[in-house]
């Protein structure tokens, strides 16, 4: 198993169509668009300048929407998956 | 429904026209031109460096000015929405 | 009305003349030119790293001086405003 | 009157000369040039992040140089002024 | 033997193949490639700004994962090593 | 006289020969040379973000090296000197 | 003898060979590479935000890699040093 480090999340792709299961349709224009994931795996958090730790947003099993061009991609177990920072997470799909 | 992350917020785009309804009318100039919109859903704020998590200055339902350019387009059950950052807000129309 | 977010301000211009009313002439130099206004509202402040919200230093009413190029343009009930952050006024007209 | 924001100070050029009164030479170099002013008028100083305002380390009526091209000229009542940040001072000449 | 300074650590390279005893693959793809490799010592960690020094979350003998092109190289004793700061680890293999 | 302000120090310049009575002889590199100079004037330190001013590690008659290409030249009494920061010093000559 | 101030550190070159006496051989490759130094002489370190300075990692004597290409040379007494930051520090060699 892989374990993100700091304010890093692992998700795996939900490939985007026209439109998804869970309703998004990404729209056609020339602004960047953004991916739907489903997090997989969460880091301990970013540590704030005061020595706190600040636990992420996001916790495995959210279905999340996220910057597209963001990350690194990579393989584990034959399965592809995705290492974001939580600031590339723009929202949880509910 | 979607729920934004930290300090963004999502909003549903209201069309400008030459004269909004509610009086607004975008000028000619080569300046940045200001858009309008109404919020849909706010996160939770940033968090400062003492740990503090600050609440957003918008709420559902306020309609707002923001910075035209600004934000990442998204589809949701068929309705179109832009996910902001809360600095990208300009003011609220009240 | 326009409610300012953060550290920004609502200004009304004032048309920069050769000797304007209020005795600013705007020299004839290849250096930025500050432009005057007068604030009609004013945001609640920008947050401090330690959770204090930081009071602006003008109010609704003051003559300004502020660096000419900034802000966004917007109408509002057919009257032209420009939205300010507060670190763009130079200085009062008192 | 004119009252300057933040870490700005307003001053009066001193035009330089060969040798000026005070006894400034600008020398005939590729560097940077600073040049001289007489400080008219001060704001309440910039603000930390613990909340406390610092005040500026030079007064009304004190002679300084200041890096060359900084600031924002201005004239008011028919006299020429400079507005600077108090970073743009480099010394007081006593 | 080599101690790394501050959030810096040493690593020893796992060579990509398509398919590692680990089970990762790197994909074929214009994405910035991870690469694994073995943490060999670990610096003290960063200082925060209040004095306190945050630890590393990698230890000795940890399998990582990190962005490619990132650290240094440097051959210790005929061994080849490379030196990377803890930003640059992604995740670690359990 | 002149006195700097914040983390500026005045300098008067130690022409840099092959082999300088202090010893100091600079190389024949691609490299940035670095200076010598002897202080003149301290400015009373840069404030942190707690509020305390942290004074110079440097005092009026100390010979110092610099990075050659930093402050600015200021001629004062018929006298040149040079403005720098402190950050701009690399190490006192003892 | 030179006093370094802040961060920074003076060091002696131990010229890299293929192999040096310590063991370290740096590779063939577009990397960037390390080279190895002797402490001479550490500054008093750097002062973080609360006031409090922060020793440095190393000390005289210290055998220490570092990045190529960072620091100040100079000649003092007929002898070549560096003066680098302790950021420049890799590793030390034990």
């Known amino acids: 198993m892989l374990k993100p480090l700091g304010d890093r999340v692992i998700i795996e792709l939900v490939e985007s169509e026209e439109k998804t299961a869970s309703g998004i349709v990404l729209p056609d224009s020339a602004k960047e668009k953004p991916q ?5 795996a969460v880091g301990s ?3 704030l300048e005061n ?3 600040l636990a992420l947003e996001v916790s495995a099993g959210d279905r999340i929407i996220f910057s597209k061009y963001s990350g690194t ?7 592809e998956y995705l290492i ?6 723009l929202a949880i799909v509910q």
């Open 36 to 40: 739907e994931g489903k997090v997989v």
């Open 51 to 53: 020595g706190e730790r």
């Open 84 to 89: 974001l920072r939580d600031s590339d997470i």
């Open 73 to 79: 991609e990579v393989k584990y177990d034959g399965k």
């Open 45 to 47: 958090g970013r540590v």
